[in-house]
């Protein structure tokens, strides 16, 4: 490509950035879904402290999705907070906290409308993503997210005064929502018994593919070269499936550090 075609003038409105870079109007797949409940600490390692409670260290309690852009190498994260309600043990919803009496009241689970949860629910449905896949046998089952693929859209983050959060860094910050549900991963939603023609299979491309690429590739790279290696294979949603999940990189020719693989 020739420098010309890579210039852009700057000046013309229709070349303006919108929203906050990183995952603003890109389109990333979500590679893992699950209700948490996480001590909070400041950039440091520091405990931040709940401000009612000084003695006590503040809690995040509610959904972390983390996901892949088209166009990036790393993974991250992102998260929306679900208010006072507890994520259950399994990490798939929430569950009422106890009452004075510490007994758990049997009404239904419900989102406070200005909760990040209530937010994320509300861009979620709006995008065209079916959530009823998220409760299953009336339960909650927030990894049904996983292997979505969303454009998400950035939204600037806001202090108490109403005002624009920065970073130490001086940059602003932004929290990001789905705008527009573009595709789903069937094979990563639910792990699933493997065979072990499937697994041959998938431990095969894996060697391939990396032995085509120097002995390393990276997450977001590996998903991408599986995915074109396997393009007219019916099993290759299987395969991308299957080495998202962590039991499936042991007693394998291959090491995983973080989100790079690397041939032993």
């Known amino acids: 490509m020739s420098d010309e075609k890579k210039v852009v003038n700057p ?3 229709s070349n303006f950035l919108t929203g906050g870079g990183i995952w603003d109007g890109k389109t990333v797949t979500i590679t893992g879904a699950k209700t948490v409940d996480e001590l909070i600490s400041d950039g440091q390692g520091n405990p931040v402290m709940d401000f009612k409670d000084p003695s006590k260290q503040s809690h995040f309690r509610g959904l972390v999705l983390t996901g892949i852009a088209d166009d990036a ?3 991250r994260r992102e998260q929306y907070s679900a208010g006072s309600l507890i994520p259950t043990d399994d990490g798939e919803g929430f569950r009422l ?5 510490g007994r758990v009241s049997d009404k239904p689970v419900r989102f406070h409308e200005s909760s990040g949860m209530a937010e994320f629910s ?3 449905g709006a995008s065209g993503f079916d959530v009823s896949k998220l409760l299953v046998d009336g339960k909650l089952k927030v990894s049904a997210l996983t292997g979505a693929r969303f454009v998400m859209r950035g939204q600037p983050k806001k202090d108490k005064e109403g005002k624009q959060k920065v970073s130490k ?4 910050e932004f929290r990001f929502f789905p705008e527009k ?3 789903y991963r069937e094979g990563l939603v639910a792990p699933a018994p493997v065979s072990n023609v ?3 299979k998938a431990i095969s491309t894996v060697v391939t593919v990396l032995g085509e690429n120097g002995g390393t590739l990276g997450r977001a790279e590996m998903v991408r070269k599986i995915s074109a290696a396997l393009a007219k294979d019916a099993d290759a949603n299987k395969v991308i499936a299957l080495i998202s999940r ?3 990189h042991k007693d394998v020719p291959w090491t995983r550090d973080g989100t790079s693989y690397r041939l032993s």
């Open 181 to 183: 549900f573009v595709g």
């Open 11 to 13: 000046f013309d409105e």
């Open 97 to 101: 906290p106890p009452g004075p009496d």
């Open 198 to 200: 499937l697994r041959d």
């Open 73 to 75: 190498e790393n993974e």
């Open 122 to 124: 509300r861009r979620l």
């Open 246 to 248: 962590d039991e499936f």
């Open 169 to 172: 860094k001086g940059y602003d």
